[in-house]
């Protein structure tokens, strides 16, 4: 016959410790310090990246929105094909080139042609770039960008003081 059972065979040595109210306090309290803690680094960097205003005067812009699209209107009439591309050129540069040809395939010459750069977010790396005719219908310019990544490039054309053409497109700029 075996010897008699001892009471404490199940705990092996362990120190057992009840849950109280106390460490409940503490747990819940250690949780929601932690989410605010989180929640005000959170809040902190998206106030100071970004301001929240996407237009200086939205009032303005909203009122010439007819004319905005009047514009884009007399663009597609125009017929115009504008490539865009931008390639890697020395030393972390970007090469920005337009081309445009107009509705029966002459290459349009004589644009003055602008490139504003603006980064999502970040209104403050924002820039314009005048690009330079160096070809018949084509312009070019070279630009070092201030940061890799998303930037909205905003293309317009104008001659006269007129604009007759703008695009606007998302690029990724390693």
């Given amino acids: 016959m075996a010897g008699p059972m001892r009471k404490d065979a199940g705990t092996l040595g362990r120190r057992t410790t009840e849950l109280t109210g106390r460490h409940v306090l503490i747990w819940v ?24 205003l996407e237009v200086s005067d939205a009032y303005r812009r909203g009122r010439s929105y007819d004319a905005e699209i009047a514009a ?8 115009w094909t504008v490539n865009l591309s931008h390639q890697a050129a020395a030393d972390g540069e970007i090469e920005l080139v337009m081309t ?7 290459s349009v010459v004589g644009l003055r042609v602008e490139a504003l750069l603006k980064r999502p977010a970040q ?6 770039l005048p690009l330079r005719e160096v070809g018949s219908g084509t312009y070019r310019e070279t630009v070092r960008l ?7 490039l905003e293309l317009n054309a104008y ?12 690029v990724f700029i390693r």
């Fill in 29 to 52: 309290l250690g949780f929601f310090s932690v989410v605010f803690a989180v929640n005000g680094v959170m809040t902190y960097l998206a106030i100071s990246t970004f301001s929240g």
């Fill in 72 to 79: 884009a209107a007399a663009q597609d009439a125009r017929g």
């Fill in 100 to 106: 445009a040809k107009d509705a029966s395939g002459q």
């Fill in 123 to 128: 209104a403050a790396l924002d820039f314009n």
């Fill in 159 to 170: 001659r006269d003081q007129t604009r007759v053409y703008r695009t606007q497109n998302r």
């Fill in 146 to 152: 201030p940061k890799p990544g998303q930037w909205i």
